[in-house]
């Protein structure tokens, strides 16, 4: 069964750092790109990064320099280390997932979304 399961959302506070992960199942993991999306409350979702199958990521301008996206193909995992978070990073995280799924059709799927609160 396909499934990406987000953790490690919280309240901190402006300047702190959380790291999210994405564990998957049901999908031929090496063989996806994974991807972070947010969206933040009465906005459009939007993209945060990217890191592909082979490993080269790429990050939306307002959270480059602050955050690193990373993978473990042995996991199935996909990581989200946000620091210096600021108040406007606040926001539902989603992962997302686009590739090949355990039977070999296309996949492009998301989480369920993990809250992401900055405050002080």
């Known amino acids: 069964q396909l499934q990406l399961v987000e953790s490690g959302g919280g309240l901190v506070q402006p300047g702190g750092s959380l790291r999210l992960s994405c564990a998957a199942s049901?999908?031929?993991?090496?063989?996806?790109?994974m991807g972070w999306y947010r969206q933040a409350p009465g906005k459009q979702r939007e993209w945060v990064a990217t890191i592909t199958s082979s490993g080269s990521t790429n990050y939306a301008d307002s959270v480059k320099g602050r955050f690193t996206i990373s993978r473990d193909n042995a996991k199935n995992t996909v990581y989200l280390q946000m620091n210096s978070l600021k108040p406007e990073d606040t926001a539902v995280y989603y992962c997302?997932?686009?590739?090949?799924?355990?039977?070999?059709?296309?996949?492009?799927?998301w989480g369920q979304g993990t809250q992401v609160t900055v405050s002080s």
């Open positions: 049901g999908i031929i993991f090496s063989r996806n790109a």
């Open positions: 997302n997932a686009r590739g090949l799924s355990s039977s070999w059709t296309n996949v492009d799927s």
